[in-house]
Nanobody, 115 residues
Framework: QVQLMESGGGLVQVGGSLRLSCTASSIVLSTNAVTWYRQAPGKEREWVGVIVSGGVRKYADSVKGRFAISRDNDLNTVFLQMNSLKPEDTAMYYC?????????WGQGTQVTVSS
């Protein structure tokens, strides 16, 4: 059974940093694209960024230059390093991958940036 689990969220002050992790079981993340999303209360889900199997990364304009996605193949984990955090980064963060036209999501991890 494919499972994704995010961790690393928490409460941080403006300008601070957090590193989120997306760990998988029963699927090899390095062979699939892994996408990060976030959703703030009352707002639509927002695409944050993606790392594809070849290692190319793309980011939303709202996080470009502040967030970075990386991958540790030995740990089968994808990371989202978030720096220079702003109050508007407050949201539940989710990772997603897919295989054979099926999508797999984690349960999310909450990030709260206090001003």
């Amino acid at each position: 059974q494919v499972q994704l689990m995010e961790s690393g969220g928490g409460l941080v002050q403006v300008g601070g940093s957090l590193r989120l992790s997306c760990t998988a079981s029963s699927i090899v993340l390095s062979t699939n694209a892994v996408t990060w999303y976030r959703q703030a209360p009352g707002k639509e889900r927002e695409w944050v960024g993606v790392i594809v199997s070849g290692g190319v990364r793309k980011y939303a304009d709202s996080v470009k230059g502040r967030f970075a996605i990386s991958r540790d193949n030995d740990l089968n984990t994808v990371f989202l390093q978030m720096n220079s955090l702003k109050p508007e980064d407050t949201a539940m963060y989710y990772c997603k991958t897919s295989r054979r036209d099926r999508e797999y999501w984690g349960q999310g991890t909450q990030v709260t940036v206090s001003s």
